[in-house]
C-alpha cells in the first residue's frame, strides 16, 4: 500500500470515528440518522452478496432481516420475561436467518431471472404476515402492535440507553450504537471484499453470468447458490437484531415490501457487484431524504411562503427519478464493478506502451 | 499393444416428447485420439454431447469412464470425473476477464470454502496463488496470455474460442470434448485451431469432436462416428467412413452414382 493510500485510510478512519461527537452537537437525531444510514449500508452488502455477486434477484430481502429484529426482541425483551445478552442474541439471530434463507433458497434452486424475483417477494410478504398474524392462539409476536420495551445493547459497564463520559467526552446512546455498527460495518465490508476475489466469489460471479457454463465448468451450482443465500441472508439477520435493539420497538411494518426495494435500490444504483459502489448508493439514498427533510419546508416557507409539497411525497419523486437517470446514463450503476475497471487500466496500459 | 479404452457409450436412449433423438448410441473412445462425431444437422450430435456431460437427462444406456460407470445425474460430477467440454455457441463469463474465466474452471479441482476466503488462512493463500498460476499457464498454452485481463465479451472471436478451451483444460480433464469449435471460423482459424487440438492430443489429452466441417474432422481425426436421425450409422477410420454407402446416403440424401 502506497503511503498516500494509508494516510488517505487514516484521516477517513478519524473522521468517522469523529464523526458521532460531531453529530451529537447539531442534534442526536443526526447521529440516529448516520446509525440508520449504516445499517442500510450493511443490509446493502448482505444483498450485494445474493443479487450483485450471484446474480440472484432476492425481493424478499427484508424478511431476513425481520428475522433477525424479531429474534432480538423476543430474547431481550419483558414480552417473554427473557433477557439474554447480546452475543448469544446476534449470533442466534444471524443463525435463524441463514436457516430462513436456506429455506427459501431450497425450493427456488431452479428459478431465477423475474421467477425468482416474485417467489422471493412473496417469501418476504409471507414472514411479515406471519409476524403479524402470530399473536395466537400462542402470542409469540405480538401481532401488529409489535414489541415494546427491547433491551437495548448491553457491552460490559456500557449501557446503550445512557450517556457515559468518556475522556471529557459525552458519549450519548446513539453515538455508542454508531460504533458498534462502524464495526459489524467493517467487518462485512471485509468479508465482501475477500470473497470477491475468492474462489467461491468467482463462482458466484460465473453462476450470475451464465449458469449452463458454470455447471458444466464443474461448479456445484446448488450448493454454491444456496451459500449465497445463506451468507446474504445472516447479514441481514444481524442487520435486524441491531435495528431492534437501537429502536426498542419492532412491529410488522417496519418489514414492508418497500424496504426489500429501498435495498434492492441501494445496491443497483451504486453499482451492483462492487462494494464501495453498493456503499455509495446506499449512503445516498438514505442521506438525501432526510437532507430532503430537514430543507424542503424551510426553502418552501421562504419561496411561497407555505408548504405546497410534503417532503415525503418529494423524496419518492426524486428517488425514482434518481434510478430512471442511473438507469438511463449509468445502466451498471453510479461506479460499477471493478473487474471493468481493470480491464480499462490494462487498455491504458496498451496505449500508453503503443 | 490393443489401445485401451477412456470411454465407452452403451445404448444410449434420449427422446424428446415424440422425436427420438438419440436410438441406441454405442461408442468407443480409446485414449489419447481425437475422435470426431459428425452428421448431417439434427442428428443429435449435440444432444448426445449434452447427454455425456450431464445437462440433459437420459432415458437409458450407461457410460463407462475408465473402466467405471460414469454418473451423469448433474454437470459438476461430470467434469470432477475428468469430462470438460466447450459449447458450440460459446459461453463464457462475459464480465469476468480471460484470466477469470479459467480460474472458475479450477473451481472443481479446488478446496477453498468461504471461511477460508474470509479469513484469509494460509491454505487458502497457497490455493489462490496455485490457481492464478495455473491458469495464466493456460492462457500462455492456448496463445492468449497477451488478454488475460481483457473481459471475456471484448475479446475476438477466436480468442473466445480459445479462451472456453483453457477453462475446460483448468479442470483437469482426461476427455475434452469440443463441440464444433471450428464454427464461424475462416480458414487461417481453423488452420491454427486444428494445430491447437493436435497439439492437446501430443500432450496425451483425448479429444471428442463434434465438427460441421468434414475436410478438418477428416483430416484431424483418428477415428470417426457418424450419426443420423439419432442412430449411428458408422465408427471407423476417417478413410473407411468417407467411402461408407450409409454415410455418403445421409449426407447426400439419395444413393450416389445410381
Known amino acids: 500500500m502506497s503511503a498516500k493510500k494509508t494516510t488517505g485510510l487514516v484521516l477517513v478512519a478519524i473522521a468517522l470515528l469523529a464523526l458521532p461527537l460531531i ?34 434477484l ?114 450519548t446512546g446513539p453515538a455508542k450504537y454508531y460504533y458498534v455498527l462502524l464495526l459489524l460495518l467493517l467487518g462485512v465490508i471485509v468479508v465482501n471484499l475477500r470473497l470477491q476475489d475468492s474462489r467461491i466469489g468467482r463462482a458466484w460471479v460465473a453462476i450470475r453470468e451464465d449458469e449452463v457454463a458454470a455447471k458444466a465448468a464443474g461448479i456445484n451450482t446448488r450448493n454454491v447458490k444456496l451459500l449465497a443465500f445463506a451468507m446474504g441472508a445472516s ?12 429502536q426498542g420497538f419492532v412491529s410488522p411494518e417496519s418489514f414492508i415490501l418497500q424496504e426489500s426495494i429501498m435495498i434492492l435500490s441501494m445496491v443497483v444504483l451504486g453499482g451492483m457487484g462492487n462494494v464501495w459502489g453498493v456503499i455509495a448508493g446506499a449512503l445516498l439514498l438514505s442521506f438525501v431524504p432526510e437532507l430532503l427533510r ?59 506502451r503503443a | 499393444m490393443k489401445p485401451s479404452v477412456l470411454l465407452e457409450a452403451r445404448s444410449i436412449c434420449k427422446r424428446f416428447g ?16 481425437i475422435y470426431g462425431l459428425i452428421g448431417p444437422n439434427g442428428a443429435g450430435k449435440t444432444t448426445f454431447f449434452n447427454v455425456l456431460t ?119 480433464p482426461k476427455l475434452l470434448a469440443l463441440d464444433e469449435p471450428a464454427a464461424g471460423m475462416n480458414a487461417t482459424e481453423t488452420a491454427a485451431l486444428r494445430q491447437l487440438v493436435e497439439g492437446l492430443r501430443d500432450d496425451g489429452l483425448t479429444v471428442l469432436l463434434i465438427e460441421h466441417d468434414v475436410k478438418l474432422v477428416m483430416g484431424l481425426c483418428d477415428r470417426v462416428a457418424v450419426l443420423d436421425y439419432g442412430e449411428k450409422i458408422a465408427e471407423d477410420v476417417p478413410d473407411v467412413v468417407q467411402k461408407d454407402a450409409k454415410v455418403i446416403e445421409a449426407y447426400l440424401g439419395g444413393s450416389v452414382g445410381a
Request: glycine share 10%; aromatic share 10%; net charge positive.
Open chain 1, 58 to 171: 432476492d425481493l424478499g430481502y427484508v424478511a431476513f432481516y425481520a428475522v433477525g429484529a424479531y429474534t432480538w426482541a423476543l430474547l431481550a425483551s419483558p414480552h417473554f420475561s427473557i433477557h439474554l445478552p447480546f452475543w448469544v442474541i446476534l449470533p442466534t439471530g444471524a443463525l435463524l436467518a441463514c436457516l430462513a434463507g436456506a429455506v427459501l433458497g431450497a425450493p427456488t434452486l431452479r428459478l431465477r431471472g423475474d421467477y425468482l424475483a416474485i417467489v422471493t417477494l412473496g417469501f418476504g410478504e409471507i414472514v411479515r404476515i406471519f409476524m403479524n398474524n402470530l399473536s395466537a392462539p400462542f402470542n409469540i409476536t405480538n401481532g401488529p402492535k409489535g414489541i415494546t420495551r427491547i433491551d437495548g445493547m448491553q457491552l460490559g459497564p456500557l449501557n446503550f440507553v445512557r450517556t457515559d463520559t468518556l475522556f471529557g467526552l459525552d458519549f
Open chain 1, 294 to 352: 430537514y430543507t424542503v419546508e424551510p426553502a418552501q416557507q421562504a419561496v411561497f411562503g407555505r408548504l405546497l409539497v410534503e417532503p415525503e411525497v418529494l423524496r419518492m419523486l426524486i428517488f425514482g427519478i434518481a434510478l430512471v437517470l442511473t438507469m438511463r446514463f449509468r445502466p451498471a450503476g453510479l461506479w460499477p464493478e471493478t473487474r471493468h475497471r481493470r480491464e480499462m487500466n490494462e487498455r491504458k496500459d496498451r496505449t500508453a
Open chain 2, 54 to 172: 450431464g445437462l440433459y437427462r437420459h432415458d437409458s444406456g450407461d457410460v463407462l469412464f475408465e473402466d467405471q460407470a460414469l454418473d451423469l445425474s448433474s454437470p459438476h460430477r461430470v467434469a470432477a470425473a475428468g469430462i470438460a467440454r466447450t459449447f458450440q455457441n460459446i459461453r463464457l463469463f462475459g464480465n469476468m476477464t480471460a484470466l477469470e474465466n479459467v480460474m472458475v474452471g479450477r473451481h472443481v479441482r479446488t478446496r477453498a470454502g468461504v471461511f477460508g476466503a474470509i479469513l484469509k488462512t494460509p491454505s487458502q493463500r497457497v490455493e489462490e496463488t496455485a490457481i492464478k498460476r495455473r491458469a495464466e499457464e493456460l492462457l500462455h498454452y492456448v496463445g492468449i496470455a497477451p488478454r488475460a485481463h481483457t473481459l471475456a465479451r471484448h475479446l475476438p472471436y477466436g480468442d473466445q474460442r480459445r479462451l472456453e478451451i483453457a477453462r475446460a483444460l483448468a479442470t483437469e
Open chain 1, 235 to 246: 447479514f441481514g439477520g444481524i442487520a435486524g437484531g441491531m435495528f431492534a435493539a437501537m
Open chain 2, 18 to 33: 415424440g422425436v427420438q433423438a438419440l436410438k441406441d448410441v454405442s461408442l468407443t473412445i480409446r485414449r489419447g485420439e
Open chain 1, 23 to 56: 453529530l451529537t452537537q447539531v442534534g442526536t437525531a443526526w447521529v440516529r440518522i448516520a446509525n440508520l444510514a449504516i445499517l442500510f449500508v450493511f443490509l446493502s452488502l448482505g444483498l450485494n452478496i445474493v443479487v450483485g455477486m450471484a446474480g440472484l
